[in-house]
C-alpha cells in the first residue's frame, strides 16, 4: 500500500515536472498580449473540485469514453479497453490534478532569470540543450525543487482521484487511512497510518530538498 502510493506520487510528480516545466518556460518567455489570458486558463482548473474534474476523467476513460471511441475511430482497438479502475487512470488524472501547481510555481521561478545569460551561452557556442541544461535548469533549480515539493505531497495525501478513478483497482495510503478510521471505526490502525504517512512524506520533501539545494550550490560555485 504504502510503496503504491511511493511509486504513484513520484511517478505523478515526474510527470508533472517534464510537461510543466516546458509550458512555465513558453509563459514565461512570451510576451504576447494574450499572456494574462493563458494564465487564467491554467488557474481555471484549480477553481474546479478534485471530485467534479475526477469525474470528467470517469466519462473521458470509461468503455464508453471518449478516450475508448476515439482508438476506436483510429482502428487501434476493436474492443474497448479498460481504463477506468486502473493504475493508470489514477496516474492520469493526479497528474491533471497537480500539474497547474507546478507550472505556476516554475513560471514564477523562470520570469526572474535573466535570459541574456541564455544568449550569452548561445553566442559562445553551445546548442539549444547545452544551454537548456548547463545555464537555464541549474538556475530554475530553486522553482523546480519548490514545485517537486509541493506536487510530490498533494500526490502522497490524494484521496478523491485515488478513489473515483481507482476503485479497487489500486489502493493507496489516504483513502485506506479514511476507511479505517470511518468505516472500520479502527482508529488506533488509522492513527498509525495517518502518522506513517505524515513522516514518510516529510523524510522524503526534506531529503530531495536537500539534495537538490546541495547541487544547486554546488553547481552556482563551479
Not at 37 to 43: D, E, T
Not at 65 to 91: M, R, S
Not at 94 to 110: D, E, R
Request: positive net charge; proline residues 5%.
Amino acid at each position: 500500500m504504502f510503496t503504491t502510493t511511493l511509486k504513484v506520487a513520484l511517478l505523478c510528480t515526474v510527470l508533472s515536472l517534464v510537461m510543466g516545466f516546458p509550458v512555465a518556460y513558453f509563459l514565461a518567455r512570451t510576451h504576447t498580449r494574450f499572456k494574462s489570458l493563458l494564465i487564467i486558463l491554467l488557474v481555471f482548473p484549480l477553481m474546479v473540485g478534485n471530485v467534479v474534474r475526477a469525474a470528467g476523467w470517469m466519462v473521458v476513460l470509461g468503455n464508453a469514453g471518449a478516450a475508448n471511441a476515439l482508438f476506436k475511430a483510429l482502428g487501434l482497438i476493436d474492443e474497448p479497453i479498460k481504463l477506468l479502475y486502473t493504475p493508470l487512470a489514477v496516474v492520469i488524472g493526479t497528474t491533471a490534478v497537480v500539474l497547474p501547481f507546478m507550472i505556476l510555481t516554475l513560471q514564477s521561478v523562470l520570469e526572474g532569470i535573466d535570459f541574456s545569460l541564455e544568449e550569452a551561452s548561445r553566442n559562445l557556442g553551445a546548442n539549444h540543450a547545452i544551454t537548456f541544461f548547463r545555464v537555464i535548469v541549474p538556475l530554475a533549480a530553486p522553482g523546480v525543487a519548490a514545485g517537486t515539493l509541493l506536487v510530490f505531497i498533494l500526490c502522497m495525501n490524494a484521496y478523491a482521484t485515488p478513489v473515483l478513478l481507482g476503485g479497487t483497482g489500486i489502493t493507496m495510503m489516504a483513502p485506506s487511512l479514511y476507511a479505517q478510521i470511518t468505516k472500520a471505526s479502527n482508529w488506533p490502525f488509522g492513527s498509525a497510518m495517518a502518522l506513517v504517512l505524515v513522516c514518510a512524506t516529510l523524510v522524503i520533501a526534506v531529503s530531495s530538498s536537500w539534495l537538490i539545494h546541495r547541487r544547486y550550490v554546488k553547481t552556482m560555485t563551479t
